[in-house]
């Protein structure tokens, strides 16, 4: 039975896995997006205090649920790439 169970959250796992990477592409998507109207409207792609906002208000919103560094590691890795993908626009 357990060998049962480890393959069921392992299965789990992996669905999981898979929408994570749905909704970056989705995320990604729509800051693409915001790439084009910035570099139409000549505004800077980096804002600061968005980026800011964004991880204080996850970070919030996962508190007790996930390590703080966690968060902000992931979202500086978004963000990066947010931006590089943005350059490209």
Do not use: C, W
């Amino acid at each position: 039975m357990g060998r049962d169970n480890l393959d069921s959250l392992r299965k789990g796992i992996a669905q999981i896995d898979d929408s994570i990477i749905e909704l970056l592409i989705k995320r990604f998507d729509l800051t693409d997006e915001v790439g084009r109207l910035k570099a139409e409207n000549h505004i800077p792609i980096e804002n600061l205090e968005v980026e800011k906002k964004t991880i204080e208000r996850l970070v919030m919103k996962s508190y007790d649920k996930l390590d703080r560094q966690l968060v902000v590691n992931v979202y500086d890795k978004i963000f990066a790439n947010s931006k590089e993908r943005q350059r490209k626009i």
